[in-house]
């Protein structure tokens, strides 16, 4: 069933036009990743979503309810976490995750202090103390310590330590346990491949691939490294086989997806001694789509 739909969106600022009609569809429970560079269009989706910005043409809707016109129903059942986070100065951390929860009509005290613990954050300093990471670990802890239904987090580990993104990875891997939603929009490439069971790809306000990662792997090239007893032969003449290297019997190249059964099947021949094969990272693909490189 789909918690987040979006249908056809467009939307301009003046002569720029950030949205080119979008369409993509989040499932119940699944964790759905939004990658592309700034400036992709990335957050203006998010606000389209959120009811904050009115969409020129088509539509967005969250449980099935327009994202404009029904945007305080929506809200009630959301997350959001912004890319940017700001804070009353005069308040301390505790005090406006508690003003969140609050909102919200909640008062999990033992998640909140869990997720204090988890995120090392000091609750009782002001938050015009706080360093850009530790402004962020307020508006995650605020979010994650809702019972919403769907979580929409823009560019969530902004500003945040690698030990603190591997917390907050666990935190999303516990979410989808819990049959919840994720929309999670981001640039890190390695924190959505982690994360996501299906993942947009957004260029200059179009979609241009949407997918798995093993739907969007057969767009790019195998890395295969083998030893062999016999020297191959006519390998480098093969369909499919490029940028080869040999040495001492030992062969570095790729390969296209496509072609792997045959390939494979071809080299046997030749007493195969160690074989690896590593599929595309969404690094990679990224790539492909963004700088036009071959792999």
Known sequence: MSILKVINL?????KVQALKGINFEVESGEVYGF????GAGKTTTIRTILGILKADEGKSEVFGLDAWNDA????????????????WPNLTG??????YMN??????????SELIEMFDLDPTKKCRSYSKGNRQKVALISALASDAELFILDEPTSGLDPLMEKTFQQCIFDLKKAGKSVFLSSHILSEVEKLCDRLSIIREGEIIESGSLDDLRHLTRTNIKLKTKKAIEGLSELDGVYDLHEEDLFYQFQIDTDEFSKIIKYVSKFEVLKLESTPPTLEELFLIHYEGKSK
Do not use: C, M, T
């Open 94 to 99: 505790g005090e406006v995750i508690d003003f």
């Open 103 to 112: 909102l919200r009509g909640e008062n999990n005290q033992e998640r909140k």
């Open 10 to 14: 467009k939307k301009s600022y003046g």
């Open 35 to 38: 990658i592309g560079p700034n």
């Open 72 to 87: 305080v129903d929506i809200h009630k059942r959301i997350a959001y976490v912004p890319g940017e986070v700001n804070l």
